[in-house]
């Protein structure tokens, strides 16, 4: 492969799908086309081949004691090796700017917020990842239609198959984890979800680790927010793309002198993990912090999140005035 050409680049997820049998439709056509006139591919599509090869045969055979073992494991690592490098990536254009999204074959490892359009150069969080980038928007194209979908207010779930790779720890993969369970619609604090995965001391370790989310929309951090009600780092500095998406999933946000919050007796609430939600003045509610609540844009969304209409102060009956 010639490292100058972008479209050796491309395909070399497609190289290593095809010399393993496990490509795409149409994968294995461009292959054939690439190689056909690309000796440099063509060599590497051969020793993707004899690797495959190689690993197959040995895992065929009898074992002939350690040194076949070792053999064995030594070429499965090779070639494991293959595949976890083959990380593609595609700058899109959006309505937040340019967003970078990178896939490998766990799944989607990267969305990433560009200040420029300037390609795959352009990404810090790819230059510390320690992966080889191809860049081919063939992969990611999928999931940039789906978030054009989600900003455009069609679609309230990204259902991507998430690659956690690059979290910088256990701990921050936890984290991680835990808010992309977070239902469209709702908020919660950093010290809730510290809560929640069993960490209630660790609220400024979690708002640390969301401030460096490698996944911003899909992982919503932006559901996050201060003890306060206030809304805290995005993605380092981007205070205005979260109170941006937080408004499209029609979370209420006022700005105050100093900062910009959420409007939180605008909101639907939940309790601890009460299956009901309320209004805000229901009961002792209004005084609770918000360590213990989850608050909720809309009706629709807090039954969409399977919850039920308090019997108590029926807010089925007496909604939040829009």
Known sequence: MSPTMS???AIQPDLVATATGDAVPGAEARVRAHVAACAPCRQELERYRSIDRIVG??????????HA?????DLEWR???????AVTARVWSSPLGPILIARSEQGVVLVEYLDSARGLE?????????VEVLEDGNETE???????EYLAGERTRLAWPLDYRLAASDFHREVLQ???????????SYARLAREIGRPTATRAVAQALRHNPLPIVVPCHRVIGGTGALTGYAGDKLALKERLLSLEGVPVVRARRDRRISRDAM????????????????SLSTLPLWRLTLFATRDRAESAGLAPCTSCRPDLHPLSA
């Open 7 to 9: 479209s050796c680049r």
């Open 57 to 66: 045969d040995i895992r065929r055979a009898p074992v002939g004691g350690d």
């Open 69 to 73: 073992d070792i053999v064995r494991g």
């Open 79 to 85: 070639l494991a090796e293959l595949r976890r490098r």
């Open 122 to 130: 352009a990404s810090r969080a790819l230059r510390r990842a320690g």
């Open 142 to 148: 999928a999931f940039y239609q789906q978030i054009l």
């Open 178 to 188: 835990a808010t992309a369970t977070l239902p469209y619609g709702a908020v919660v």
């Open 268 to 283: 639907y609430v939940v309790a601890d993990h009460d299956r009901e939600y309320c209004v805000p003045t229901c009961g």
